[in-house]
């Protein structure tokens, strides 16, 4: 046997066992993947509005201080540093977040040091007491478990 087709056996060998090993972990319902990081145990995440979403829950003490305050203006009902642009409706265009009416949701400014705008930080809630938290704009959110 040629050295080349030593190589392509045991290359497809290795695929075969990869694939085999891939199925088997399917099969028997275990992995040997560690479990993903969390920040709150999966039966008190569970109690979290919003947590049915899908998205990963973070504690609000996990998130920069500027989440934490713009939190509690909105317990407060303000004043908000964008008094246009907070408490309006959130459209949910990007289709991040649940789907819901068209007046469910309500998105507040999280400001951003630094930045001469608004910056791409939010805090949007949900008419249920959901509260999401997006750093970027929209494209991405966690749910925030506004007790911890």
Do not use: C
Request: zero cysteines; charged letters at 20%; a negative charge.
């Amino acid at each position: 046997m040629t050295p080349a087709r030593r190589l392509s056996v045991a290359l497809l060998g290795l695929i075969a066992l990869v694939v085999v090993g891939y199925f088997a972990k399917d099969l028997t319902g275990t992995s040997s993947d560690p479990a993903p990081p969390s920040s709150s145990s999966s039966s008190s995440s569970a109690s979290v509005p919003g947590a049915g979403s899908g998205l990963p829950v973070e504690p609000l003490s996990s998130l920069p201080a500027q989440v934490k305050a713009t939190w509690e203006l909105i317990g407060k009902g303000g004043p908000f540093p964008y008094p246009r642009n907070d408490g309006v409706t959130f459209q949910n265009r990007e289709k991040v977040l649940p789907a819901k009416p068209s007046d469910y949701y309500r998105e507040y400014t999280v400001p951003t040091p630094g930045s001469d705008d608004r910056g791409a930080r939010r805090l949007v809630t949900g008419s249920s007491d959901e509260v999401y938290y997006t750093a970027d704009h929209y494209e991405s959110f966690v749910v925030v478990d506004v007790s911890g």
